[in-house]
């Protein structure tokens, strides 16, 4: 029998709302200290098993640190730190409290993504070739990283469907609206260990998320339009391909909760790990020094060299 797991999220916004939201709707939990502008010292003094962050991101190291101290388990959004080396020494800071560190990502958990590796994996599309990826959201108000905050779920997905990269190139262009809103837009160019080429288009440009991908393989292509009624498009050069029946019932972040619930209960893994979390932030580390430098960057296994 599953044990009852106590949570407190801790936050304010939208992203808080819709977590509590979220976790009211999964079995085996209760949500404690529900109030708004909960502090991570009343949470601390509650009776909770684990603290479920929805912070920006240069709050979130001095939390999960804080937290991970009193032997609670933590849930964050990546990237959890500013820097890699932050990042992993936060990531080693929980393993020596034996806490686990739960990191979301919601390209793991989105059908449409989730879809598109599983055909990467089971050899429908053949060998991947080229794959385009735009990724778009509003800017935040304050200073933020382009590559690190918008960048980071996509070059995760890339690595986790395709393998390692092999070299990194990247351009960034900022420029002024009329009213004097900044717009900045990057393009990193990704050859991955196995040759295929991804090509990924960030922005802070749109009102909302915005979010496509195109993948090439020699057998056919598979499309995704996150703002289209019927958003997976697939085209092969003979025969059909059938998109799994009951994919889109839940949605990413409630696929995700569920899986850290299975997880905390010893009944499955999550797919996403910080191992994984560290491979994405070093390629967004390497797409912003390819800017610095004009030129491409070399990484093996998953650091620069």
Not at 171 to 200: C, P, Y
Not at 255 to 264: G, H, P, V
């Amino acid at each position: 029998m599953c044990k009852l797991v106590k949570i407190a999220v801790l936050g304010k916004g939208p992203a808080r709302k819709e977590h509590l939201k979220t976790w009211s709707a999964i079995s085996g939990v209760e949500v404690v200290g529900e109030k708004e502008n909960l502090s991570l010292q009343e949470a601390l003094s509650l009776d909770v098993d684990v603290v479920d962050l929805c912070l920006p991101l240069d709050q979130r190291a001095d939390y999960i640190r804080r937290a991970s101290k009193k032997g609670l388990h933590i849930i964050c959004e990546a990237p959890i730190a500013q820097s890699v080396e932050e990042a992993e020494s936060i990531v080693k800071a929980c393993s020596q409290n034996q806490t686990n560190l739960y990191l979301g990502n919601s390209h793991r958990f989105h059908p449409a993504y989730v879809n598109a590796r599983e055909q990467l994996e089971d050899g429908s599309l053949g060998n991947p070739g080229v794959l385009r990826i735009t990724h778009s959201i509003p800017r935040p108000e304050k200073e933020a990283d382009l590559f690190l905050q918008v960048g980071n779920a996509d070059f995760d997905w890339l690595v986790w469907a395709l393998g390692d990269v092999e070299r990194v190139t990247a351009k960034r262009v900022q420029k002024k609206r009329q009213d004097g809103s900044l717009l900045e837009f990057a393009l990193v160019t990704l050859r991955m260990e196995n040759q295929a080429i991804a090509h990924v288009e960030l922005s802070w440009s749109t009102e909302k998320v915005e979010q496509t991908f195109e993948l090439t393989g020699e057998y056919g292509m598979l499309t995704y339009n996150g703002k289209e009624s019927n958003p997976i498009q697939v085209e092969l050069t003979s025969g059909n391909l059938d998109v799994e029946e009951g994919l889109f019932v839940k949605n990413p972040l409630r696929r995700e909760m569920e899986a850290i619930i299975n997880s905390l209960n010893s009944e499955g893994s999550v797919p996403f790990t910080p191992v994984d979390a560290m491979k994405a932030m070093k390629i967004a580390e390497a797409a912003k020094h390819s800017v610095a430098i004009g030129e491409p960057v070399s990484l093996k296994r998953g650091a620069l060299l």
